[in-house]
């Protein structure tokens, strides 16, 4: 046993022994009532994707809005797919590796990123994730203030812009009255220890709800060891006259995470827990620094609503690659250390309106967003002289701009007693700029720019066949700009910037059916399509260094099913399941080498897109009824996943199993604790848990881990 893990045992037998105390002094008959450990499904209320005041099942779209709960199933804490299970159409793989962040992926968006999250947009508390060129993160997404995230799938998705193949948006509840506070620790295999503060409450006018956490992992596999400290604050003011105004404020922190790289498939079936040789070799690591700031002020007169929000925020990241000296012989490479450190920000002011038009309900809503990044971008050899994993020569010095500026209309009308009608527009005009200074003899100024500009319309209809049946469907055109990392470099091998890329441009068809079986329980399914052209691609990959291109026309279709929430005498589901087809729908040339001014490597038409299985589902049925024993499990389905262009080869496909289970008591006096157990792989098998799609040293796999453990403790007073 390590040292971390003696120090959390310790811990969690200190608390157990202090509950056991508190329990023989407390009557059954004064123990309150504990929170809820598991996710359930939100009434009809209000939420944010829509952008409208009506009920999720009145919504043409597919939309899945689930509560959370800091003690969710005893899971740790600190990954956003720890809240996703359930919901269909999205696919959220823990990498093992937090140098990368999660992969997430909706209905095949998204599949192809490397590191972070492309292709779906991501909002925390109303406040991007997504940075305008569509490259975005979940590291500090805070599960322990969190009360409920919401998943916007389909058309209605492109409302939101660039990169919007879905929509994920995580909210923190309001704070409590009585004021709580919670002291928790967790952890278990590998080295995990997860300890943090939780405080709710309120005073006068003002409502808060703050948070802190700190994690440090030894990781499964070698070489992935990895801390990270968040903190999370949202405060809440009434200031009288239907007017609100929210401050939320965020910090993120990882001073260190080991990257192992991915592994071949014989590396793989060898020793799925090791670390590819390179990793210790050049000492890949990462460190994060995040801090963010954002207000939110709403105000309602009759019935016109108008909100305004503002954020900023600061990120400072430092990379070390495996990039071997030899590669950087080359004056345009930009090195093996990638520095960067930026500022971001924006606001959106947006007004609604309620009202009639010939005796049905309508409502307008009209804003207009306006969001940018700066940053600067350095890089350095790794090496100097035999010393590898070290910050070496300069090679690279620019600074980077992107700005979005965009408008958006939506307009709803239940036009007669069975019908309604949800149209919506928006304008985006995305610019891209970066500043050379790094000019030499044999380096160039790369400087450059290049405008995006795209108009994408939606529109979508509800029939209400009953009181517990909507069918709908709906129809809209999204797009995609390249991100600053795929216009780093050009396919040709020569200098400057991929500015030839073009934005992928889609158009995307739903059919779908919400029945509510019984009230607290919901069963949704939805069949689409969507095709893209001039979709965005890798040209070549070697030597850690992608380039890209347009490869043509691209095909997304299949089918989702979900069923939520309550089954009676405290049992309660959350099951989703997708069947997912994406092919490429032409025939488009790869190269296997950089620099590549020919494509030597033909990619049929009817290939399927990498990292997009066939199949997928997740199910978590529990039970929390309550003082005393709850729990429940949690199964997972993956289907066999392409890993590159070419269909040269797969990762299997797998199911995990995991089973969970909790004693709640009270203390009196409004004191309250909690005891979790949770094992996360049951029948410990050996899978591939995410997949690096198209890496040019065919380490496209990265294994997840085997059986694990996971005990927690929680006190609330």
Known sequence: MSNRSRTFARALLGLAATSGWASAQTPA???????????????????????????????????????????????????????????????????????????????GFGARATFGVRGVRLYADGIPATMPDGQGQVSHFNLDTAARVEVLRGPFSVLYGNASGGVVQLWSGDGTDPAR??????????????????ARGVVGAVDYNLAASNFTTDGYRAHSAARRESANAKVGIDLGAQRHLTFVFNRMLT?????????????????????????????????????????????THAAD????????????????????????????????????DGNYGGSDLRWTHRGELAGGDTEWVLGASFDSQRQARTGYENFIGDRLGVIGALRRDQTDAVSSFDQYAQWYWHFAPRWSLLLGARHDVVRFRTRDHYITARNPDDSGGVDYTATTPVAGVQFR??????????FGSGFETPSFNEVGYRRDGG?????????????????????????????????????????????????????????????????????????GHGWSVQAGATHLRAQFAQAFGVCSATPCPVADTVVPAGTPLAGIPANYGSLRIGHDHGPGWRGGFSLTAVGATSVNDAHTAQAPGYA??????????????????????????????????????????????????????????????
Do not use: C
């Open 495 to 567: 200098a400057g910037l991929a500015f030839d890329l073009r934005p992928a441009r889609s158009r995307n068809l739903e059919l779908g059916a919400k029945w509510r079986l019984q009230p607290g329980l919901q069963l949704d399914g939805a069949v689409f399509r969507t095709n893209t052209r001039d979709e965005l691609g890798v040209a070549s990959n070697q030597n850690g260094r992608s380039t890209y291109q347009n490869i043509g026309r691209t095909r997304r279709q299949g089918a989702e099913l979900e069923l939520t929430g309550t089954l």
């Open 465 to 474: 066949a009953s009181d517990n049946l909507r069918l709908h469907a709906s």
């Open 29 to 107: 008959a004064d123990r309150a009532q504990p929170a809820s450990t598991t996710a359930t499904t939100l009434p009809a209320v209000r939420v944010e994707a829509a952008r409208l005041d009506v009920a999720p099942l009145d919504i043409p779209a597919s939309l899945s809005v689930v509560a959370l709960s800091p003690a969710g199933a005893g899971q740790p804490g600190v990954n956003l797919s720890e809240v996703l299970v359930g919901i269909p159409g999205i696919l959220a793989r823990n990498r093992q590796n937090y140098t990368q962040d999660e992969q997430i992926s909706i209905r």
């Open 656 to 717: 995990l199993l995991a089973v969970d289970a909790g004693y709640a008591l009270a203390a009196g006096n409004g004191r309250q604790w909690l005891f979790t157990a949770r094992v996360d792989n049951l029948a410990d098998r050996s899978y591939v848990g995410s997949v690096i799609v198209n890496d040019g040293n065919q380490r496209f796999y990265e294994p997840g881990p085997g059986r694990s453990i996971t005990l927690g403790a929680r006190f609330t007073f």
């Open 181 to 198: 506070t919670t002291l928790a620790v967790g952890g278990g295999s590998d080295g995990a220890l997860r300890t943090s503060v939780l």
């Open 305 to 340: 609503t108008w909100r305004a929000m503002v954020y900023a925020g600061q990120r400072a990241v430092q990379q070390f690659l495996s990039i071997p000296p030899s590669a950087q012989r080359n004056p345009l490479q930009s090195g093996g250390v990638i520095d960067l």
């Open 255 to 299: 001073p260190h995470a080991d990257d192992p790289l991915g592994l071949t498939r014989a590396q793989y079936q060898a020793d799925p827990r090791q670390a590819t040789g390179v990793a210790t070799l050049y000492d890949t690591r990462k460190s994060v620094r995040q801090n963010q700031l954002g207000m939110i002020y709403e105000q």
